[in-house]
């Protein structure tokens, strides 16, 4: 799937206005092309991320365009209307228009905020996400969905903007704190089991090699996670699908009912990453006990998640909270939760309105 290491990948998302996911390395320079018709661009980044983003604002700047580089919290302490509003401010006072753009050079909790940002200005300004997490490329910031956090939940707030492009530089992978890639992984293994089983078969052939950022496994890994993402979000653009029984759009949300509430419980201090692995063990023995799911895939999560590292379980007495954190899941209909379970290996279904009694069983398994 990757071609000569020198020539980017580029993954192309069906949307209302089609754009491209670009994989490769070296490629911070695609950025300026993006938003050309643009006068002024504003670049969000998080302090950390300064060399990022000085690079990106120097071709902006060169290319001719005026622009405002706007620091913002780390991590999701960004995902905040109080840091919005500051954004927004800045927007205001530098004159920006609808012709203008905001570009997110960060993790997944940037570019959220960017594409939020861009999203709620004048009703929409044109918007580039350069994530430089493997969790934000593969995830967080492909698919056109934006949000922040409330006291009540993580992405309560939001709205579908999506970007003029993204652009994944595999190099900056090579800053990455092994605690960061690795939860990353995450959601490259959600997309093995949800739909590429070459994936997970690429991650128990040499564990090892998967978490050396310089490995040419990964960027195969980010190019297969990217295409399902693609794939996915292309066949279903906001979520239009996932009503009933079909899983749609919210496929994607595999693992997420269980570890959002993990993150809500810990205040968002657990990468998103480990608390969706964590997610994911919970929906396989939830499917297990509901007897859809065989014991071999149930048993592989495991296997597969902590072959990396990841963690498999959350405190065995955290099962309330987390029930009433589940209330609030964005999947939740009036008051029935919904749960995106697999069948099989690649194949998904929705369970609604699911016995307490059935996921206290499963909890316990998955906590064991």
């Known amino acids: 799937m990757t071609p000569a290491a020198a020539q980017p990948t580029r993954i192309r998302i069906a949307a209302e206005n089609p754009y491209e996911v670009v994989v490769g390395h070296g490629v911070l320079g695609e950025v300026a092309p993006l938003v050309a018709r643009a006068d002024r661009v504003a670049v969000l980044h998080p302090a950390a991320l300064i060399d990022v983003a000085v690079r990106v604002v120097a071709d902006l700047e060169r290319a001719g365009h005026q622009v405002v580089r706007i620091d913002v919290p780390d991590a999701e302490s960004a995902k905040t209307v109080e840091v919005a509003a500051r954004c927004w401010a800045v927007l205001g006072h530098a004159g920006f228009t609808r012709s203008d753009a905001v570009v997110g050079v960060g993790g997944g909790a940037t570019t959220d905020l960017a594409g939020f940002v861009a999203a709620t200005w004048l009703r929409g300004v044109g918007l580039v996400t350069v994530p430089t997490s493997l969790l934000a490329m593969v995830d967080a910031a492909v698919g056109g969905k934006t949000g922040i956090n409330t006291a009540e939940g993580k992405n309560l707030v939001g709205v579908f903007h ?16 092994l605690t960061d890639l690795r939860a990353g992984l995450g959601e490259v293994v959600k997309a093995g089991f949800i739909a590429d089983p070459e994936i997970l078969r690429l991650v128990e052939e040499d564990p090892a090699a998967v978490l050396d950022p310089r490995a040419p496994v990964l960027r195969e890994l980010v190019e297969r996670s990217v295409a399902v993402k693609a794939r996915v979000v292309s066949a279903d653009l ?131």
């Open 162 to 177: 999506e970007p003029l492009g993204v652009v994944c530089d595999l190099d900056v992978l090579a800053t990455l704190p």
């Open 238 to 368: 906001r979520e239009a699908t996932s009503v009933g029984a079909s899983v749609g759009r919210e496929l994607l949300n595999y693992g997420h009912t269980l570890g959002h509430a993990v993150e809500r419980r810990e205040h968002y201090r657990w990468r998103h990453g480990d608390a969706v692995s964590v997610g994911m063990v919970f929906a396989a023995e939830l499917a297990r006990a509901a007897g859809i799911l065989d014991d071999a895939t149930a048993d592989r999560h495991r296997a597969v998640l902590r072959s990396l590292g990841l963690p498999t379980a959350y405190d065995p007495a955290a099962f309330d909270d987390l029930l009433a954190a589940m209330a609030l899941d964005k999947k939740t209909r009036g008051s029935t939760l919904r749960f995106v379970l697999l069948d099989g290996l690649a194949s998904a279904r929705i369970l609604a309105g699911p016995d307490e009694a059935l996921l206290r069983r499963a909890y316990a398994a998955a906590a064991a």
